[in-house]
C-alpha cells in the first residue's frame, strides 16, 4: 500500500476522525482494538466481533512466539487464517512483556534475552526478530521493537532507555525494509520527562514510521500525569500519521486521550472485566456478584443495544457470574466490548459534529 493509508476526515479541536487504510480492511479512527493475547479474543467468536464493530485486534507477539510459534501460525496460512479473523491484526513487538519478566531477562544493545513464562526455555527477542517474527505471523501492523520502563524511574536511567529504544526503533525500520502488505509503527518512550520525550518523537520522526506509539505509559502513573506527557507529545509526531495510545484504558482515558489527538488504543479492560463479572454501564463499572442484582430483571444497560441487553436479565448474568458459568464470561464480555466499540462510534459522530469537546467535558 502507500506509505500513508490514513486520511482525516473531521476536526474538532485536536481531535481527528479519520480512516486507516491497511491491506486488511479499512481501519475508522478514534478506534479501539481489543486485545487477543494469544490469537483468540477471550470468550468471543471472531464474526461476533465484527458485528459489534470491531475493525482491527491486537494480538502478543510474544505469547504467540511461544505458544503455538511463530513457524507454526506461518505454515498454517498466517494469523488471519489461523484465528479466522479477516480484518487487521495488529501486533506488538514482544518488548512490553518481556521487560515485565523482571528477574527472567537480560537486555542488550543486541536484545533482550528470557525464559520463557510457559517452560522455562530460553528464548532471545531483538529489532530484527521481532519484526522477522511479525512478518511471519503476517500481522497487518507491526510494532517496532522497544524497551518499556518501569514507572517511576530515574531520569538518567531513563534517557538510556530511550536512546536505546530509538537505535532499536531504526533496526526495526531497517528490517522491516519496503514491504506492501503490512505497515509498521513506530514507539515513543521517555517516561515522563518532556525533554526525553522530545527527542524521542523527534527521532522517531526522522526515522519514520507510518503510525507513532505513545508507549510507557499506563504504567502505573496518574491520569493527569498521563493527559500531561500527551499534552507535550501529540504536536510533536507527523500531523497526517495515525497516533497510539498502547494499553489504555478506562473510558474516561480513552475520551480524554481523544480530546488531546489520539486515534488509536488497546486494553484488556472489557475483556478481563468481562470475566470477572464486572459490567460498564453509563454510570462506571457495576459488580454482576453483588447481591442486589440477583432479582433484578433490568438488562445491564437499558440503552445498549448488544445481545447481551437484547437478550438478559442482571439476575440472570448475576446468576452465571457467581455459578462461574462460561456463559456469563461470553454475555459479559459481549457487552462490555460493545460498551467500548459504540464509545468510539459515538466519539466519531460527535467529532464530526463538533459537538465533542462539550461531550468529553461532561464525560
Ligand atoms: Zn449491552
Same mark, same amino acid.
Given at each position: 500500500m502507500s506509505q500513508n493509508g490514513f486520511s482525516i476526515k473531521h476536526i474538532e479541536g /485536536? &481531535? @481527528?476522525? =479519520? *480512516?486507516? /487504510? *491497511? &491491506? @486488511?480492511g479499512i481501519i475508522n479512527t478514534p478506534a479501539f482494538m481489543p486485545v487477543g493475547t494469544a490469537g483468540t479474543v477471550k470468550a468471543m467468536l471472531p464474526e461476533n466481533l465484527r458485528t459489534i464493530g470491531a475493525d482491527v485486534l491486537l494480538c502478543n *507477539?510474544?505469547?504467540?512466539?511461544? @505458544?503455538? =510459534?511463530?513457524?507454526?501460525?506461518?505454515k498454517l496460512g498466517g494469523l488471519n487464517k489461523f484465528m479466522n479473523w479477516k480484518g487487521p491484526i495488529l501486533t506488538d513487538s514482544g518488548g512490553f512483556q518481556v521487560m515485565s519478566l523482571a528477574n527472567l531477562r537480560t537486555i542488550s544493545e543486541e536484545g533482550v534475552i528470557f525464559k520463557s513464562h510457559v517452560d522455562g526455555k530460553k528464548f532471545s527477542l531483538s529489532p530484527e526478530t521481532s519484526i522477522s517474527i511479525q512478518k511471519k505471523l503476517q500481522s497487518t501492523i507491526i510494532m517496532s521493537f522497544d524497551e518499556c520502563t518501569p514507572y517511576p524511574i530515574d531520569k538518567s536511567e531513563a534517557e538510556k532507555s530511550m536512546k536505546l529504544s530509538l537505535r532499536w526503533g531504526k533496526r526495526s525500520k531497517n528490517s522491516f525494509g519496503r514491504n506492501s502488505d503490512s505497515l509498521l509503527f513506530g514507539i515513543q518512550q521517555g517516561s515522563m520527562f518532556k525533554d526525553l520525550r522530545k527527542s524521542s518523537a523527534i527521532g522517531l520522526t526522522d526515522i519514520g514510521f507510518d503510525g507513532y506509539a505513545l508507549g510507557g505509559l499506563a504504567v502505573g502513573e496518574t491520569q493527569e500525569k498521563m493527559f500531561e506527557v500527551i499534552d507535550f507529545s501529540i504536536d510533536l509526531f507527523p500531523y497526517n500519521r495515525p497516533r497510539y495510545l498502547m494499553g489504555v484504558g478506562k473510558p474516561s482515558d480513552i475520551v480524554g486521550a481523544v480530546l488531546r489527538g489520539v486515534d488509536m488504543f488497546d486494553c484488556v479492560i472489557p475483556t478481563r472485566s468481562g470475566r470477572n463479572g464486572q459490567a460498564f454501564v453509563e454510570e462506571g463499572t457495576i459488580n454482576l456478584k453483588n447481591a442486589k442484582y440477583k432479582n433484578d430483571d433490568l438488562a445491564l444497560d437499558p440503552t445498549c443495544n448488544c445481545y447481551c441487553c437484547n437478550n438478559y436479565s442482571k439476575g440472570y448474568l448475576s446468576h452465571l457470574v457467581r455459578s462461574n458459568e462460561i456463559l456469563g464470561s461470553i454475555l459479559v464480555t459481549w457487552h462490555n466490548l460493545s460498551f467500548y466499540l459504540n464509545l468510539m462510534k459515538d466519539i466519531r459522530s460527535k467529532i464530526a459534529e463538533g459537538t465533542f469537546t462539550d461531550f468529553a467535558k461532561k464525560f
Amino acid at each position: 500500500m502507500s506509505q500513508n493509508g490514513f486520511s482525516i476526515k473531521h476536526i474538532e479541536g /485536536k &481531535s @481527528r476522525v =479519520g *480512516t486507516l /487504510k *491497511t &491491506s @486488511r480492511g479499512i481501519i475508522n479512527t478514534p478506534a479501539f482494538m481489543p486485545v487477543g493475547t494469544a490469537g483468540t479474543v477471550k470468550a468471543m467468536l471472531p464474526e461476533n466481533l465484527r458485528t459489534i464493530g470491531a475493525d482491527v485486534l491486537l494480538c502478543n *507477539t510474544y505469547h504467540l512466539m511461544l @505458544r503455538p =510459534g511463530e513457524e507454526i501460525v506461518n505454515k498454517l496460512g498466517g494469523l488471519n487464517k489461523f484465528m479466522n479473523w479477516k480484518g487487521p491484526i495488529l501486533t506488538d513487538s514482544g518488548g512490553f512483556q518481556v521487560m515485565s519478566l523482571a528477574n527472567l531477562r537480560t537486555i542488550s544493545e543486541e536484545g533482550v534475552i528470557f525464559k520463557s513464562h510457559v517452560d522455562g526455555k530460553k528464548f532471545s527477542l531483538s529489532p530484527e526478530t521481532s519484526i522477522s517474527i511479525q512478518k511471519k505471523l503476517q500481522s497487518t501492523i507491526i510494532m517496532s521493537f522497544d524497551e518499556c520502563t518501569p514507572y517511576p524511574i530515574d531520569k538518567s536511567e531513563a534517557e538510556k532507555s530511550m536512546k536505546l529504544s530509538l537505535r532499536w526503533g531504526k533496526r526495526s525500520k531497517n528490517s522491516f525494509g519496503r514491504n506492501s502488505d503490512s505497515l509498521l509503527f513506530g514507539i515513543q518512550q521517555g517516561s515522563m520527562f518532556k525533554d526525553l520525550r522530545k527527542s524521542s518523537a523527534i527521532g522517531l520522526t526522522d526515522i519514520g514510521f507510518d503510525g507513532y506509539a505513545l508507549g510507557g505509559l499506563a504504567v502505573g502513573e496518574t491520569q493527569e500525569k498521563m493527559f500531561e506527557v500527551i499534552d507535550f507529545s501529540i504536536d510533536l509526531f507527523p500531523y497526517n500519521r495515525p497516533r497510539y495510545l498502547m494499553g489504555v484504558g478506562k473510558p474516561s482515558d480513552i475520551v480524554g486521550a481523544v480530546l488531546r489527538g489520539v486515534d488509536m488504543f488497546d486494553c484488556v479492560i472489557p475483556t478481563r472485566s468481562g470475566r470477572n463479572g464486572q459490567a460498564f454501564v453509563e454510570e462506571g463499572t457495576i459488580n454482576l456478584k453483588n447481591a442486589k442484582y440477583k432479582n433484578d430483571d433490568l438488562a445491564l444497560d437499558p440503552t445498549c443495544n448488544c445481545y447481551c441487553c437484547n437478550n438478559y436479565s442482571k439476575g440472570y448474568l448475576s446468576h452465571l457470574v457467581r455459578s462461574n458459568e462460561i456463559l456469563g464470561s461470553i454475555l459479559v464480555t459481549w457487552h462490555n466490548l460493545s460498551f467500548y466499540l459504540n464509545l468510539m462510534k459515538d466519539i466519531r459522530s460527535k467529532i464530526a459534529e463538533g459537538t465533542f469537546t462539550d461531550f468529553a467535558k461532561k464525560f
